[in-house]
């Protein structure tokens, strides 16, 4: 019998229903659909802030549209330096260039494809202005020692939690609280959707004030028509907010669904040869990944998708550091920031042990709230058939 798994590109893996289409109708029925006047997106605003203990939470219109809220808040100059991981989507790095940062990228534990701190530390130079940790497929982070290595050297810390929607740290804490600046996703294979959309959440008046005026234009809605700033049109509308709200009161659910599989897999699978687990601890399981130290991650995944299991190796083509956009012009013909940065330093630094998650030993597999015991059998079993042809 073959299984069906449930994808987020569709109803059966998406938890959207009547909830949503009532939130849709009860904002187009008032005949206002922008959050300058309107009320949801400041509500939205209000429930992740106390869902996150966070005195701000700023609403936008993408995951990558927050990051460069949280990059303005770090306030490169021009040519100044962000470290983070060259394991993750473009919007992580997308925002510095336009920002005329320059995107560092240090390599990763090898573990689990998150920033290694020592590496970090190795990176650090006399134009590093923040360090942009991800948790990566919903793993935490090391933040606790980036936190640490930030203090030391002045720098500010963002957390990407794109993937990671409720994520615990050590002691309890949701990944996104230990940064000067956390961001999240709402694009549509996230935990929650509206299709697109973000969120920044911070604890400092001065951040909050400055990601707010650059989500508008620079707009002091205060004192008229009067632009206080440089600033965008990242406005959230009052139909994405709608429908993320009623996502976010299904949160706590897909979270615990997921984790309750992931844990069952974990426990099926436990012992079998050549395959490196995911830590439990914390995990919000965006994916499910694992890592294969002999290098056989990309036969691994043709065998999973032959018996219909959604996986796939290395999660990118190549790390970011190896991505063609770093050979070619960035403005125009320009390759500002990036000029003064001689090859193999800066955005093209080797980073090794992310190479070899990429290229051979990182294998994901696709993960979604609706995955039964059945599907959990299913990937267990074929799991311990390839290891033992």
């Known amino acids: 019998m073959n299984l069906h798994f449930p994808s987020m590109a569709e109803p059966a893996g998406r938890t959207l229903g009547d909830e949503e289409v009532a939130a849709l109708e009860r904002v187009i029925r008032t005949g206002m659909l922008s959050s300058v006047w309107g009320t949801e997106t400041r509500a939205l605003e209000r429930e992740i802030g106390e869902l996150y203990g966070s005195r701000h939470a700023i609403a936008c219109s993408s995951g990558t549209a927050a990051l460069h809220l949280a990059v303005v808040a770090a306030a490169p100059n021009p040519g100044d330096e962000i470290i983070t991981t060259p394991i993750t989507d473009f919007g992580t790095v997308a925002p510095m260039l ?53 203090d030391e050297h002045g720098l500010a ?35 929650i959707t509206c299709g697109d959309g973000g969120l920044v959440i911070t604890d400092d008046d001065r951040l909050a004030r400055a990601m707010r005026l650059f989500a508008d234009k620079g707009w002091d809605r205060a004192v008229g028509r009067s632009h206080e700033s440089l600033g965008l049109n990242y ?77 796939r190796a290395g999660y990118l083509r190549e790390p970011l550091n190896r991505a063609p956009v770093w050979d070619g012009p960035i403005y125009g013909e320009s390759r500002f920031p990036l000029d003064s940065v001689s090859a193999g330093e800066g955005p093209t630094a080797p980073c090794p042990e992310a190479e070899r998650l990429v290229d051979r030993t990182l294998l994901v597999i696709d993960w979604n709230e609706n995955y039964t015991d059945e599907h959990v059998r299913l990937i267990a079993e074929a799991l311990a058939a390839y290891r033992r042809h």
């Open 98 to 150: 336009a920002q005329n940062a320059v995107p560092v990228f240090a390599d990763v534990d090898p573990s689990d494809g998150n920033l290694d701190p020592d590496a970090v530390a190795a990176a650090i130079g006399p134009r590093t202005r923040a360090i942009m940790a991800v948790h990566l497929f919903g793993a935490p982070a090391r933040v606790d020692e980036l936190r640490a290595l930030a």
């Open 157 to 191: 810390l963002i957390e990407d939690c794109a993937q990671a929607w409720l994520a615990e740290l050590p002691g309890g804490r949701l990944a996104g609280t230990v940064g000067e600046v956390g961001t999240l996703s709402l694009q549509q294979w996230k935990h």
């Open 235 to 311: 406005r959230m509308t009052e139909l994405q907010a709608a429908v993320a709200r009623a996502q976010l009161a299904k949160l706590p659910g897909v979270v615990a669904s997921r984790r309750r599989s992931a844990g069952e897999l974990v426990k099926a699978i436990r012992g079998l040869d050549g395959i490196r687990l995911p830590r439990l601890d914390g995990h919000a399981w965006w994916l499910f990944p694992l890592v294969l130290p002999n290098g056989d991650a990309p036969e691994l995944a043709s065998h999973l998708q032959a018996s219909g299991i959604p996986a």
